[in-house]
């Protein structure tokens, strides 16, 4: 009975007084809340679980910013090592066109030197070109297409299907996949 006594009277750990409390609580007593040291501790932990969980939201958003960034980097250097050189591009292409007129309009009479080296050189920037990545768009015969083409003219004829190239006034070039310059063309159309 002593025993029972001395545990009731002097409380060994937080959790026999809890207990106590508790009981006490139950028979009315006043002594029903618990101390405030024991709230602002739980107060301070939950304060520190919202912060931590909060940092790591953080933490997450920054990293997939991060990702974001280092993807949209890769493809803007992708793009400019593809596409770089458009504008230099660009500048050659007029060239070629004079070298290609002057081809179709030189006669071979006494000035087959100089047609024989004008071929040579727009085959040189062809070639040069063509390292680049640079085609020309096949557009006689093809149906129009306003991605690649430009239309300066239509005519009525029977002797295409509608809507087809019957002539080029200029190449146009594409840059790997992408459109360089669109081919300047006369499209056919219907006879009415």
Known sequence: M????????????????ATNEG?????GSPDTHVPEAALSVEEQLAAKEK????????????????ENYRKRVGREKEELLNYGNKSLLEEILPVIDNLERALAHASEDGLGAVVEGIR???????????????????????????????AMAQVPTDQHEPNTVVEEYQKGYMLKERLLRPSMV???????
């Open 186 to 192: 006369t499209v056919a159309s219907p006879l009415n």
């Open 2 to 17: 002593d025993v029972n006594m001395d545990v009731n009277m002097e409380p060994k750990d937080n959790e026999d007084s």
């Open 51 to 66: 912060e931590a969980r909060e940092n790591w939201d953080r933490f997450l958003r920054e990293r997939a910013d991060l």
């Open 23 to 27: 009981v006490a609580g139950e028979e």
């Open 120 to 150: 040579m050189t727009h085959v040189m920037l062809l070639s040069a070109l063509k390292k680049f990545s640079v085609t020309p768009i096949d557009a006689v015969g093809q149906p129009f297409d306003s991605a690649f083409h430009q």
